[in-house]
């Protein structure tokens, strides 16, 4: 560096520094072109939160849904494996106040895998059809009953692999019976964990399908409590959550139990 010549601090548009040569104003030829700093606001978003701030968040929202969880769908009364997997396979592409308008209904009708594998068909479809594409949803359900039937004795397994193998039934659904079911700590990561983490923690993923990303998965690991009790209320915490104040569009941070500790409420 030549003598008299030091670093200077240029303002951009947005307000934030860039690094130049020379005293008060840029030289033409001087100017390092070296990327502008980050704000404080977006450094504090890359910064993985210390283990006291992860804490909080997870009993926070724990805390938060005993309080104001919906408590009241139908699904979530219930530990009855067929119960669960069937509303975890109809709540997707469609609303939770859909699925329990006509979920009494369907498992009167269908308490079991075996009464499902017998249905009528066109009777399945009369039920459900308020929530759209009821043939493919009607068709699913049954190759779902049949499957059970017939390969573990009208039982829905409890295990991981095992629940992977039924038609309709990915990781998430998979796990989402262990944890509402049958009592296991799974972590359940989809778009509404996703945001939140994003949001709250500055946890975010590079790829660009989040919900198969390993590291992510492991985070969500990491946080979901051992407890199997309260991974569930953690679980439905941040669906509720995620569907009552953090909205995908217009997050209502005021009324948010961890706007405290939540890096984007507090960037604004
Ligand atoms: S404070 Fe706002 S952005 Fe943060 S988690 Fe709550 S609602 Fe979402």
Known sequence: MRPGIGLADVQDARGRTSRNLGGEAPEAGLNLNLPPRPTPAEMDMKQEPSDEVKKEFVQRIVEWYRQYGRHDLPWRRTSSPWQVL?????????????????????????????????????????????????????????ELAKKLVEQYGGKVPKNLDQLKTLPGVGDYTAREVLCLAYQQAQPLLDRNMIRILERALGIKSEKKRPHTDKTLWKKAEELTPKDPETAKAFNLGILDLANKICTPRKPNCPACPIKSICKYSRSK
């Open 86 to 142: 069937l509303a975890a396979v109809l709540l997707r592409k469609t609303t939770a106040q859909q699925v329990a308008s006509i979920y009494p209904q369907l498992i009167e009708k269908f308490p079991d895998p075996a009464s499902m594998a017998d249905a009528d068909e066109e009777e399945l479809k009369k039920i459900i059809q308020p929530l759209g594409i009821e043939h493919q949803r009607a068709r699913l359900l049954k």
